[in-house]
């Protein structure tokens, strides 16, 4: 209690006194914890002097997530850029857990929100010319999904796109390309309403580190700076920069690079990178970049890649100096704290208890996603005759789907609905309601529903009811004692690139199935920093919840994605039909590592 107490205090800056007349800020990373990668900000004095972010959501459905912020300390979800099939229908075609959004910009310009970004399809990379669907969406209105434009493709080989107008009203698009060809940073004039682009030119090659990724250009006392990223999004990534007096370059490389960086330290905070830079009111210098809490030895780092921030002193005329990652920040004064933000979604780094419970005639919450495209009659909120749930009907494909990597479009997605993992500590329960046994058995083949860690599909950790044949059960009966022989099944069962253990298949027991209360209560939970326990019980009896397994999250530290926590109901390319019922959807966050 007392340790949560401290992290609750932790989160909310406070100011400190320091050593000169002013007093510094505190406050702490990451900013945006959980699956908030390749972070793009700005501050918008137009809009009531308000704060936007943009993040990569790769498969993840709604994509490419807005943040935004008056007082960079609370940040609030206002909406996704990505929120309709008909706006890029080719998401539902991706094939790898790599592919998808990659690194979208955010850029105000003209009284608009201009969102510059790749598709990628990674199964792919050895076709250049398909792999590559470089897009513009823009928007007067980032507080209203819909006002967010179709795509508008744009030709250029190479991925994380980033636009800039400079003061003679020319407008161009820089980009980044490491494979086959380069490494270099090209940019071409370009007219982001059309799409149409002048020629590609390469401005930089980076100062030699491998994947050049993340370039954003800035104009600053007569200089034009160039930002980037180098050495991959693993440990050796960094921030580098160069300069010059002319768009198109020669630009000289800042002595001092890397600007930022995290690699060959021991901090928790590795893989830091990819950066954005913009300032606030008072004209103070502030960075976003992306973070893995890892430490260097980099085995579990289940929520990838996150969003950390910290100050840049930019003096007139020469480079920017920025102060090192870390999870205290002190920095000089931040804008006076105000909550009051616009917007659908939760703010994003709180402590608060999540507790969902889906009443009549409500949405689906803003921050929950899918796994590409969802079949929206998969999932109802309180259906007749079942209010204070949410109904999940089986989609054919499982979690791996076909091959782990693609989901067949004509096969009706996969049957997911999800919350990011946002705390290295926590306990995630819902409440299941799967009661088939009146069902004829052609309903029922292949049924599975339940709770997962889901970082890919090739890399889940999944808790199901399943219907088996009677005598399946491979676990001790101990573990779930009493069991009379019911074809309901509790099973755990793992996916990833490293070896996962056995599943556990248990029957469930009939006792807990009695009384007019059928419901049983599913829960996985953060126990450690490298473990979550996978537990099941009778919904509303805690004291007979069962640990059916614990198991290392290093199975879902992997790629460029972070877990996400959800429910999930399949049949297994079987043809059975009862859906499930999910109710009492709680996540309580337990504690958060910063060191
Ligand atoms: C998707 O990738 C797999 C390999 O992982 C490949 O076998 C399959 O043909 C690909 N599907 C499509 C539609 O590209
Ligand atoms: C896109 O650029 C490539 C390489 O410059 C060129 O070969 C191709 O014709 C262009 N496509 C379109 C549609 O302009
Ligand atoms: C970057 O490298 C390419 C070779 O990939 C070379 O042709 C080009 O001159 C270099 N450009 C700059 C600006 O250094
Ligand atoms: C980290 O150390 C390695 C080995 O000495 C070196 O090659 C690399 O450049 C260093 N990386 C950074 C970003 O300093
Ligand atoms: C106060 O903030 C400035 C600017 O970020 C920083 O350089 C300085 O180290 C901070 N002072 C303390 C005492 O932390
Ligand atoms: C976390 O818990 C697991 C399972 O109880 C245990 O094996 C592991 O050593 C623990 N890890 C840490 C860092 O305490
Ligand atoms: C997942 O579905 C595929 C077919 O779509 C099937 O081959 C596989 O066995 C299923 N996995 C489980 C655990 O049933
Ligand atoms: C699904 O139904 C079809 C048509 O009735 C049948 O041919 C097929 O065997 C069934 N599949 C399974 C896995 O039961
Ligand atoms: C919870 C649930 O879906 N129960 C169903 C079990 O099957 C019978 C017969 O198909 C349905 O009437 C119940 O609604």
Redesign the pocket.
């Known amino acids: 209690m007392l340790l949560r107490r401290l992290l609750i205090i932790s989160l909310s800056a406070s100011v400190s006194a320091s050593q000169g007349h002013l007093p510094n800020s505190t406050f702490t990373n990451p900013i945006f914890p959980g699956f908030f990668p390749d972070p793009s900000c700005i501050y918008v004095p137009e809009r009531d002097h308000t704060f936007f972010c943009a993040s990569s959501s790769f498969n993840s459905f709604p994509g490419i997530p807005i943040h935004s912020s008056k007082d960079l300390r609370n940040w609030k979800l206002i909406g996704h850029v990505l929120n309709r099939k008909e706006q890029l229908p080719r998401l539902a075609e991706t094939n790898r857990s790599t592919s998808g959004i990659w690194a979208p910009t955010i850029r105000f310009h003209d009284d608009t929100f201009w969102v510059v970004t790749t598709l990628v399809d990674d199964d792919r990379a050895q076709d250049d010319a398909s792999r590559w669907d470089n897009i513009i969406f823009k928007s007067k209105d980032p507080y209203n999904d819909q006002a967010w434009s179709n795509a508008v493709k744009f030709n250029f080989t190479g991925y994380d796109t980033s636009p800039f107008w400079d003061d003679d009203g020319k407008t161009y698009i820089t980009g980044a390309h490491a494979w086959h060809v380069g490494p270099y940073i090209q940019q071409a004039e370009a007219n982001l309403d059309t799409g149409e682009v002048g020629e590609w030119r390469i401005i930089w090659n980076g100062t030699g580190g491998q994947a050049p990724e993340g370039p954003h250009i800035y104009r600053k006392d007569g200089w034009y700076y160039l930002l980037a990223a180098e050495g991959g999004t693993g440990l050796g990534h960094m921030v580098t920069m160069a300069r010059s007096k002319n768009i198109w370059g020669p630009y000289e490389s800042n002595p001092a690079n890397p600007v930022l960086t995290n690699a060959n330290t021991t901090s928790y905070f590795q893989t830091v990178g990819h950066a954005d830079l913009f300032h606030d009111r008072d004209g103070n210098w502030w960075a976003v970049a992306l973070s893995t809490r890892s430490g260097p030895e980099y085995l579990n780092y289940p929520m990838g890649r996150e969003t950390v921030m910290t100050a840049v002193s930019w003096p007139e005329g020469d480079w920017p100096t920025f102060t090192p990652i870390s999870g205290e920040m002190s920095v000089w004064p931040m804008p006076p704290e105000q909550k009051d933000i616009r917007g659908v979604g939760p703010f994003v780094n709180t402590f608060t208890p999540e507790h969902l419970t889906f009443p009549p005639n409500t949405p689906l919450p803003a921050h929950l996603v899918h796994w590409r495209f969802p079949a929206p009659a998969a999932y109802t909120v309180s259906p007749p005759g079942h209010p204070h749930t949410l109904r999940l009907k089986p989609s054919t494909l499982n979690l791996t789907a076909l091959n782990g990597n693609y989901a067949d479009p004509r096969a009706g997605g996969q049957t997911l609905i999800a919350r990011r993992q946002q705390h290295t500590l926590f306990r995630f329960a819902v409440d299941l309601d799967i009661d088939n046994s009146s069902a004829p058995p052609?309903a029922l083949?292949?049924l599975e529903a339940g709770v997962t860690v889901f970082l890919t599909q090739n890399h889940h950790l999944d808790l199901g009811v399943v219907l088996l044949p009677r005598g399946a059960a491979t676990a001790p009966a101990a573990l779930l004692s009493g069991g009379e022989g019911l074809e309901l099944m509790v099973r755990f069962r793992g996916e990833s690139y490293l070896p996962v253990p056995a599943p556990v298949v248990a029957p469930v027991p009939a006792g807990w199935r009695t009384g007019g209360e059928k419901k049983l209560t599913l829960e996985i939970r953060a126990c450690n920093a490298t473990h979550y326990a996978f537990s099941v019980g009778p919904a509303g009896r805690r004291s007979q919840m069962r640990q059916v397994i614990e198991v290392s999250n290093g199975l879902v530290s992997w790629g460029f994605t972070g877990t996400l926590l959800g429910i999930y109901a399949t049949?297994n390319?079987?043809?059975g039909t009862t859906p499930a019922y999910f109710s009492n959807w709680r996540y309580i966050p337990e504690g958060q590592f910063r060191d």
């Open positions: 052609a083949s292949g049949s390319g079987g043809n």
